[in-house]
């Protein structure tokens, strides 16, 4: 398939592929989607064959302003509201009842939707240019970690897609926060940007899956998605538990040239072998940022394992070692 390319000046050429029953790929501030309209069912099993994604994992619909909610669920309730009026246009995804309009295709089957409404202008854009939803999950191949980077979503995804708008880096670098909305309490099924504290603060009974909880096993997923194989790069990923100047020392000692030490901007200096950074220490939301980015510059330079030294699993932090537990699929080492 030839893909076209499309910048933010070009956004009604890329609204006119959708139309025309296409997948358009778009930045948007937490990583890359890859978008088709969410009324074509036709259109959105496209998304499932570019990105080779399993039929039960859910897609979030995408709209340009609150308005549009009304044409995907009929129960956009109090709780969802106050959500929206604090965090939306922002990183947050709600998952709704769904109305009967919403195919299948889009949903999973599931008689919920989840609905998010981008804070990135060329998304808002192109998606009321597009003036239907947009059904999108991350712009990459099922498995592997998201694309936060135009060139990213390039190098993967040309030829697979019907076309692909360039924009900046993604500025938040994970997915969404997904908060299940239609129980008594809202529910993070998958934490992102907006932390447990910061809906906290305008829901106070707002709580974690169960299954977000590292000490507690649950047999069911908190969302289909989440039972994947996730973000994965080619080389093995290795979270590291300690101190961090005895997992500095440890690594000038062991790291061998084939493999690579994941350290904040402060701890560089210290450390004469491979190494990327992860921005600096005192701010963690740049850790996210960064993270997607880093772990496909790992494979791209060739490195077979990369370290990376667990980080406190609070506020962004909680959402860092989630996907970053599913990266290493379990493997950690204790110093
Ligand atoms: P992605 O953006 O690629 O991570 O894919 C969207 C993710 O959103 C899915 O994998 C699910 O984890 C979540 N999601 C979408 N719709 C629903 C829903 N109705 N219920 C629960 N989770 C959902
Ligand atoms: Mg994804």
New binding site residues.
């Given amino acids: 398939m030839q893909t076209k390319f499309f910048s933010s000046s070009s956004l009604q050429e890329a609204a006119d592929l959708i139309h025309m029953g296409e997948t358009v790929v778009f930045p948007t501030e937490t990583v890359y989607?890859l978008g088709a309209d969410a009324f074509n069912a036709q259109a959105v099993l496209k998304i499932f064959k570019a990105k080779n994604r399993p039929a039960d994992?859910?897609?979030?619909a995408h709209i340009s302003s609150l308005d549009m909610i009304d044409s995907l669920t009929c129960d956009f309730n109090p709780m969802a509201q106050s959500i929206a009026a604090s965090f939306m246009p922002g990183p947050i995804?709600l998952?709704l009842k769904k109305n009967g309009s919403v195919p299948d295709a889009v949903?999973a089957g599931?008689p919920?939707?989840?609905i998010r409404f981008p804070k990135n202008e060329v998304a808002r854009t192109f998606i009321s240019l597009c003036n239907t939803p947009i059904a999108?999950?991350?712009a990459n191949i099922s498995g592997t970690v998201?694309a936060t980077t135009f060139e990213d979503v390039k190098r993967e995804l040309s030829g697979r897609v019907g076309g692909i708008i360039e924009g900046e880096n993604c500025e938040f670098g994970i997915?969404?926060t997904?908060v299940?909305v239609t129980g008594e309490a809202p529910v993070i099924?998958?934490p992102g940007s907006i932390t447990l504290e910061m809906l906290r603060e305008i829901l106070p009974q707002t709580k974690l899956h169960p299954s977000l909880i590292s000490e507690t096993k649950v047999e069911k997923p908190a969302?289909?998605?989440?039972k994947y194989i996730h973000y994965s790069p080619k080389a093995e990923v290795v979270l590291v538990y300690g101190e961090r100047e005895k997992i500095v020392t440890y690594f000038e000692e062991q790291l061998q040239p084939s493999e690579c030490l994941f350290l904040f901007q402060e701890e560089l200096e210290q450390f004469s072998k491979n190494k990327m950074s992860l921005g600096s220490a005192a701010d963690l939301n740049e850790m996210a940022h960064r993270i997607f980015r880093q772990l496909k510059q790992v494979d791209l330079l060739g490195y077979q394992r990369v370290y990376i030294p667990a980080v406190e699993e609070t506020g962004i932090g909680l959402s860092v070692m989630n996907r970053l537990k599913k990266s290493s699929g379990g493997k950690a080492i204790h110093l």
């Fill in positions: 989607g994992n859910p897609l979030i995804t998952v949903t599931l919920t939707v989840g999108a999950p991350s998201s997915e969404s997904v299940d099924l998958r969302s289909p998605g989440m």
